[in-house]
């Protein structure tokens, strides 16, 4: 294996790992956890058993976009919703070293203890004052001492600690914040044509863990077709009641498939997801479609392996133009990697990949992110039908021309275009959309 691809792979290790719950509260609660194990380190003065016997306050100061995503999604387990029940989570069972995992411990008695600690004003979540779209800074307060922890750029990014009067940086993963916060942070110098020619020639070994997207995902789809989360999004488009609307061909397969899986996510489903980017809607929505059309049609898993990654890697190199939170829907750039997936699958080359690209961003571009909900699910269920539409117009050879609108002959200036639209184009709508959330 060259270098080159060495650093792609440890690429996709670093933004598709597995996520248990929305990621913008799952960001707080890590932040809490650690705060609450710095607290446990230097305080020799805590009881046993502290964390649910003990008086103490958790604050967390968050950016907007946390704040806006994290408002009225399901936190997992608890039925519940917010930054105000994941934080206390965080404090009562978290462990930070699950990273995106970090309430993997949940049971009952945790759940009780974290609702009675909301209930008795224990929590308390502000806004920050921070032009960063992702941050957190969580302080927990204890017998007369205080604890902290920041989180930035990345969900699971802890760039400081601190006790007391005494602070402690830590080298970030992430590059310096530029005007535009975090717009080309994800940036690896990566084009479509080195992510297709690495996908269809890297050892399939080395790629044979993207597999896990397919199990982990899949549980969530499944767990979504009960019909017992959320809008139910897939369950009633798989209903044969509505075959007569949806029909019974791929198209409504997969987009019942992945709704299925945001469906159970976002309305609190204890199962873990694999995300992309930080997002594990977007990881749902980037795997789900392709991992149907395996399933459908009978690929081999090192043919599914391989468009997994062409797939995630799309979706990862449009983001480095985007930056983690914006207001463009994550699901215009997840679907849009699947829909580059589903054209491999289908015997495309490269023109007919870019061609894809070409047709998503032409075709759902300005779809707004009005915070992580249940409703995402049926913005999912949007990209996924786009996506399909995109490869199979491709693959006829149909591709949206360079004079219409944002799309340029270029590939890589048209996903630029994307880039800049999102991350300073829409600042605006951005703030809009969390004033209108929060005055509700």
Known sequence: MTPRESEIIGLIRKEVKPALGCTEPIAVALAVAKAMEIMEEKCTELPEHWRTGCDYLVKAEVSGNILKNGMGVGIPGTGMVGLHIASALGAICGKSRYGLEVLNDIDEDAVRSAKEMVENGKVEVGLAQTDMKLYVKVTIDAMGHSSYAVIQKDHDNIVETGYDSVSDSYASSCDDEDTYDQKSTLDYGLTVKEILEFASTVPYDEIRFILDSRTLNMALAQEGMSGRYGLRVG???????NREVFGGDFLSYAMALTAAASDARMAGCTLAAMSNSGSGNQGITVTMPVIAYSIRYGTSDEELARALVLSHLIAIHIK?????????????????????????LRGGDYEQICAAIKNMIGNITGMVCDGAKVGCAMKVASGVSSALQSAVLAREGICISEHDGIIEKDIEKTIQN?????SVGMQHTDNMILDIMVCK
Do not use: E, N
């Open 235 to 241: 369950y009633a488009i798989s209903l044969d009641a």
């Open 418 to 422: 994307l880039g800049r639209i999102g």
């Open 320 to 344: 480095g133009y985007l930056g983690k939170l914006s207001a463009l829907c994550g699901c215009v750039i997840a679907s849009t990697g699947a829909s580059c997936g589903l054209v491999y």
